[in-house]
């Protein structure tokens, strides 16, 4: 154990954490990190739980061995989603973020001295890491108390993790971790907190909770944007798929959007109904159902899940937007497999997989099958909307590891059902195509939309802040907008399209309107449209509409290309709606408009400001054709 810790280069006060005197555990095996979540080899389950001062004993989880993996559930139904404003910023540094010295009236260094206090008596767990990716990734540490080793052990296999014994060189962190589940009982009355303190040469984040969503997935995240943002680059919010038609062409399509956007669903072939039909939408107001068929589905060969690195050294003079994972496992929700057959790709994985996996928020029965279709029941007695299963990449089939360039970049939006008598914003059609100037604007503005089931508040429409990562973020806003912007100018040949899910008008959708569209792309072969096949949006900010759309030789409906047609809704309701979508827009880009911008991003806001055409963002900076 001592020659392993010899390589880490660690800070004087992380050393005084881990020479104080308990046992320390440098995991070697992703196995190793199995039998601790469950206390040992031999348990089937095991208890999270802590003396809390003031409290007595807090039991936060519960594990369960499977025979395809380990099940964690939270006794807490507030536990079992992320909550969107777990972050705050513990140092003095340029944030547009809330500080805990603010909010709480005191320097976090007391807190962080506390934490530290804490960690010097336990039984701790030092796990190596990359955030990032192994091959991009930057060294970064985790510091654990071993009864939490299924965060652990989640986290090892969404990062890339490192087993010292297998290196030949020093490990130096610029990230560090540190998992402290008490302190959130004792100092944020039971709330998801995850605190960034970026010194000079590391970056520190204490994750005050066990759900890994905050800190295991979004607060690595946090840590790349800050990287990024000192060294010009972005990590995408996106998931990334290489699509092969049955003819041979290839598209690569990048999909961005606010959690529940419909980034791991692009990754997913079409879903059928237990006949093998595909249900286009059903009419909430009628119940009348569309199908379509399609006669052969095209290939689909994962690239990205949901964090794209678009970093500079992969670019090599490519005129398109150039991204590989910046993850080496996916946290992945499985809310839509609510019965065997959803998703047979990702359920033959699950359920009998070639390694144990780390489910959560799942019906877990000792020594049994963990089922991806059985989620755990929240105290109003419906099922968790947001069960979720760590998949390492190497279990997917097909993947692809090597960067690749985009052709395409989607924005997914979730839109409320738009009628008569209730108008929304649920006036999109299948799908849009947009300039890069409104592309850039969707960015900036990122809706989070309707009934998100990933996070904790879901009422009404939001913002998920720019780039739709702003949540994860530690930095100024208008510095990522400039990034956002560089990065689209410098990719002229990606294109953008503007793609809604859950509903068009009154019709209920799910996510087809994606999968439609990638068949659609993928089998014309480029996202290049003619002028004379587009017709500007009723509502500008939507961009270009399709005149007609033939997938496999069907047309779809007129209908779904444009709300405004559909009986149920009408053009009084879809001029409400885009009244309402376009007041949204004037509130999120306002907080942008400032001397920081780049002179360019003013002049687009500017644009939008003064309700100009679409033609007008397209010749501020044009589409190829």
């Known amino acids: 154990m001592k020659d392993l810790m010899k390589k880490l280069i660690l800070p004087e006060f992380v ?20 039998n601790l979540s469950l206390g040992n080899a031999d348990n089937d389950t095991f208890d999270v739980e802590y003396e809390v001062e003031g409290y007595g004993k807090v039991k936060e989880a519960y594990v369960t061995r499977c ?11 507030y536990m079992r989603r992320r909550d969107p404003d777990s972050l705050i910023i513990g140092d003095n540094k340029d944030t547009d973020k809330p500080r805990y010295s603010e909010i709480y009236n005191e320097d976090f260094e007391d807190l962080r001295q506390a934490t530290f ?64 589940p008490p302190f959130r009982q004792t100092h944020f009355d039971g709330m998801q907190k995850v605190v960034h303190n970026r010194l000079d040469d590391i970056h520190e984040l204490f994750s005050f909770n066990l759900y890994p969503g905050p800190s295991a997935k979004k607060g690595v995240y946090g840590v790349l944007l800050n990287i990024g943002e000192q060294e010009g680059w972005v990590t995408a919010h996106a ?3 290489k699509v092969i038609t049955p003819y041979d062409n290839e598209i690569v399509i990048m999909h961005e959007g606010a959690s529940g956007g419909g980034k791991s669903e692009m990754l997913e072939h079409v879903h059928k109904d237990l006949h093998g039909r595909i249900v286009l939408g059903k009419n909430t107001v009628t119940g009348e159902k569309n199908y379509i068929e399609l006669t052969e589905s095209c290939e689909l060969h994962p690239v990205t899940d949901d964090m794209a690195i678009c970093h500079p050294k992969m670019q090599n003079g490519s005129k398109k937007l150039v991204v590989a994972d910046a993850e080496e496992g996916w946290f992945i929700r499985v809310d839509n497999i609510k019965e065997y057959g959803t998703a047979p790709h990702y359920e033959k994985i699950f359920t009998q997989p070639s390694e144990p996996l780390v489910f959560l928020n799942l019906d877990g029965v000792p020594n049994a099958t963990c089922l991806v279709w059985e989620h755990t029941l929240d105290s109003s007695g419906k099922p968790c909307p947001n069960p979720r299963v760590v998949l390492p990449r190497r279990l997917v089939p097909d993947i692809i590891s090597e960067p690749v360039e985009v052709d395409v970049r989607s924005f997914g939006v979730r839109t409320p059902p738009c009628t008569r008598e209730h108008p929304s914003y649920g006036i999109l059609g299948m799908f849009h195509i947009l300039p890069p100037a409104l592309a850039w604007l969707w960015r900036l503005v990122a809706p989070r939309g309707h ?37 689209i100018v410098n990719s002229p040949s990606t294109r953008y399209l503007l793609i809604p899910n859950q509903h068009i008008g009154a019709y209920e959708v799910g996510f087809m309107p994606q999968w439609i569209a990638r068949e659609y792309i993928a089998k014309r072969g480029s996202a290049k449209f003619k002028p004379d096949h587009l017709t500007p949006s009723r509502c500008p900010i939507l961009g270009y509409s399709l005149n007609s759309l033939k997938v496999d030789g069907q047309y779809i409906r007129k209908a779904f290309l444009d709300p405004a047609r ?17 007041d949204f827009f004037k509130q999120e880009l306002e907080k942008f408009n400032t001397p920081e911008l780049d002179p360019l991003g003013r002049q687009i806001i500017e644009l939008f400001l003064k309700g100009s055409s679409v033609e007008e963002y397209e010749e501020l900076i044009p589409m190829r054709y």
């Open 15 to 34: 050393y005084g954490i881990l020479e104080s005197g308990n046992e320390i555990i440098v995991p070697e095996s992703k196995q190793e990190l199995i």
């Open 67 to 77: 025979k395809n993996g380990v099940v964690v559930n939270y006794h807490e139904d």
């Open 117 to 180: 206090d804490w960690f010097k008596g336990q039984d701790l767990i030092v796990l190596p890491f990359k955030a990032g990716g192994l091959e991009y990734g930057y060294d970064s540490l985790l510091i654990s108390p071993v009864n939490a080793a299924f965060f652990a052990c989640a986290l090892a296999e969404m990062q890339g993790f490192i087993n010292l014994k297998e290196i030949d060189r020093e490990f130096k962190p610029q990230s560090i971790i540190y998992l402290a």
């Open 239 to 241: 998931s990334t798929v």
């Open 451 to 487: 009934n998100n089931p990933s996070i904790t508040s879901t009422e009404g429409m939001s913002s998920e802040g720019v780039g739709s990562y702003w949540p994860f973020a530690t930095g100024k806003m208008v510095t990522q907008a400039n990034l956002l912007l560089e990065q």
């Open 566 to 582: 559909q009986g149920e809704v009408g053009l009084e309701a879809y001029i409400e709606g885009s009244k309402m979508l376009v």
